[in-house]
């Protein structure tokens, strides 16, 4: 079975702080995501990575930045924590060979909150 | 640019009942994933069935089927013999095909409620 972890699942910051929400997956997947999930919004995607070093803007990028060094991690990283940055964040992956092409499992999710 | 709606916000049925939950998309892709996804109070979002749009034949998995209109661009989840556990968001997905490292499309979620 696929495996995504998330380090934290809930987690309390102040506003300015530097954020970092890590993400792994041990499928030797090729694409990772990150989303974020509000209510009454659904889940909408912040940055996705398609491979090592590579990354894309999602729909809403605008206050975070990402990192991926190693293939089985990927990193949402907010610079100057705000308050309308309180959320609950998901990561996700996928691989674009073999069964279960495109198929996209998620991590537990990390309740982040701003204050 | 794909959306996905679900017209449901919220849904509650008795246990062992079916229970069907809707689903609408806009694409002008031809060749693309719908996917349904569950998410429990425990928030860990999982799979429960995934169609191909080139498939004429409706995905199933166990009590969980969908009924795929690709004219009409509509896909419903149908809920067999419900449970308890089966209480959850419930979201509607979609990719295109070689979308693989683009993210999906999410509809805004039906909460499902299984009363006992």
């Known amino acids: 079975d696929v495996k995504v972890t998330q380090s934290s699942r809930y987690l309390v910051k102040r506003t300015g702080e530097k954020v970092f929400l890590e993400c792994v997956q041990d499928m030797d997947h090729e694409n990772m995501f990150w989303y974020r999930q509000d209510p009454g919004l659904g889940l909408r995607l912040i940055y996705f990575s398609y491979d090592v070093k590579m990354k894309e803007k999602g729909d809403i990028p605008e206050g975070y930045s990402v990192s991926r060094e190693k293939k089985e991690r990927f990193s949402l990283i907010l610079e100057s924590a705000s308050t309308n940055q309180t959320s609950m964040y998901l990561c996700?992956?996928?691989?674009?060979?073999?069964?279960?092409?495109?198929?996209?499992?998620f991590g537990p999710g990390t309740r982040l909150t701003v204050l | 640019a794909q959306t996905v709606t679900q017209s449901q916000p919220e849904m509650s049925v008795q246990e062992a009942e079916t229970v069907t939950l809707s689903c609408t998309y806009d694409t002008s892709e031809n060749n693309y994933y719908l996917f349904w996804y569950k998410q429990p109070p425990s928030r860990q979002m999982i799979l429960v069935i995934r169609q191909e749009a080139y498939k004429q034949q409706n995905a199933t998995e166990n009590r969980f089927s969908v009924n795929f209109q690709k004219a009409a661009k509509s896909f419903s989840l149908k809920i067999s013999d419900s449970q308890l556990g089966d209480t959850a968001m419930y979201f509607c997905a979609f990719m295109k095909v070689g979308g693989g490292a683009d993210g999906l499309t999410f509809g805004k979620g039906t909460h499902l409620i299984i009363q006992p």
């Open positions: 996700a992956s996928s691989t674009t060979g073999g069964a279960g092409t495109d198929t996209q499992y």
